[in-house]
């Protein structure tokens, strides 16, 4: 967890945010600070409270304990909240329904008052930002989902929120539309340097969108960092699985090195105070491991071999023991064949436990 925000700090505060429905605890102390136009991801599994934590940010639900600051404004604390449309909160979820019954530049300029003399300037300069300026006069039942969506962004930063939340905007969008969509997204959130807090399940979202990645598991958040951060040093054995595959296997610490079915490694993340020989849990991605396949002498055995894209996922028994390797590029190993292998040290992880 990052340092303690002050609440007097310029974007959004959860100063021990904490949750209950019905007796049961589903949000847990989660304090951090989102800088002005930075993206913060909350990740994580099916029900680990990511859309709570969201909709106390919003205001849609009170919290049980903790406080929500806006810019140095409270916006929550237990038994006081400020309506959602008295946030100055923009946003952006899944079921972006526009307003049938108003075209496009009337559903962009629905938060800006009607006597503002630049309201008209707002909203087509808005539209031309999401690629719909000519699209205006269109109604949304005329516009594609991708479309649409774009001028629900263009509505919800209309009247300059200070802080844009997302729940899975993409999730209704085609795989190809959501990669256009959210790439658009991404470059108009930035350019409008708001604060914004993204909830999504999709790792690889989180990776492509985020400044920072909140990951959540049963209602903490586990660890918070960059996305490179996350990847490259994962603070528990589930953020390391979050975010792709993993070999996972037991092993004994001895100093700086951990004794495994992959020979003596030396770990970029070690647990400390551990005494020698006592069982760790390592972690190490199929791409930190890589063949020889022109030594017939290794000590691994080709078990399978799956082509993904230009490279192969394969299998090796290694002393007995089954890992995942990925290559890119070159031939697909040959079946039985014995062959070489190196470990990228820098991609293993040590845990107290698995
Ligand atoms: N209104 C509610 N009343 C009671 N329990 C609730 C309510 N809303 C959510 N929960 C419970 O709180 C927990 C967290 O739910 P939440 O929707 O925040 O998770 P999530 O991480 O957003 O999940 P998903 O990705 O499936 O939307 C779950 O166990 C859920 O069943």
Redesign the pocket.
């Known amino acids: 967890m990052s340092a303690t925000p002050s609440p007097s700090d310029a974007g959004l505060s959860l100063l021990g945010l904490h949750h209950v429905?019905?007796g049961?605890p589903?949000?847990h102390d989660v304090t951090v600070h989102v800088a002005p136009g930075e993206i913060l991801c909350l990740l994580?599994?099916?029900?680990?409270?990511?859309?709570?934590?969201?909709?106390l940010i919003a205001g849609l639900?009170p919290p049980s304990g903790g406080r929500v600051v806006l810019n140095g404004r409270q916006l929550s604390r237990p038994g006081s909240i400020i309506p959602p449309e008295r946030r100055g909160v923009g946003f952006l979820f899944q079921d972006f329904a526009l307003f049938p019954h108003l075209n496009v530049a009337d559903n962009v300029g629905f938060g800006l008052s009607k006597s503002d003399p630049a309201r008209a300037h707002k909203i087509q300069s808005l539209l031309q930002q999401v690629g719909m300026a000519s699209h205006s006069m269109a109604w949304p039942h005329q516009l594609s989902g991708g479309q649409q969506q774009r001028v629900a962004l263009a509505r919800a930063l209309a009247p300059e929120p200070g802080l844009m939340l997302l729940d899975?905007p993409f999730s209704g969008l085609d795989k190809r539309l959501r990669d256009q969509v959210r790439d658009e997204t991404l470059r108009v959130l930035k350019e409008s340097n708001v604060c914004t807090v993204m909830?999504t399940?999709d790792p690889e979202e989180a990776l492509l969108m985020a400044d920072r990645i909140a990951i959540?598991q049963a209602?903490h958040v586990v660890q918070i960092g960059t996305p490179t951060e996350l990847y490259d040093t994962p603070a528990t054995p589930f953020v390391a699985a979050f975010f792709g595959d993993i070999n996972s296997m037991e092993g004994q610490i001895h100093g700086e090195h951990v004794q495994s079915p992959l020979g003596r490694l030396r770990p970029a993340v070690i647990p400390t105070g551990l005494a020698d020989g006592s069982p760790v849990g390592v972690v190490i991605r199929p791409e930190a491991i890589s063949l020889n396949p022109a030594d017939p002498d290794g000590e691994a055995i080709v078990r399978d071999a799956r082509p993904i894209g230009r490279g192969a996922l394969v299998w090796l028994e290694i002393n007995g023991t089954l890992f995942k390797a990925r290559t890119f590029g070159g031939p697909l190993p040959a079946i039985g064949a014995a062959c070489g292998f190196t470990v990228d040290q820098s991609h293993t992880h040590a845990f107290a436990k698995l």
């Not at 994580?44 to 909709?55: A, Q, V």
Request: proline share 4%.
């Open positions: 429905f019905d049961i589903v949000v994580g599994p099916s029900g680990c409270g990511k859309t709570t934590t969201l909709r639900e899975e909830v399940h959540m209602g």
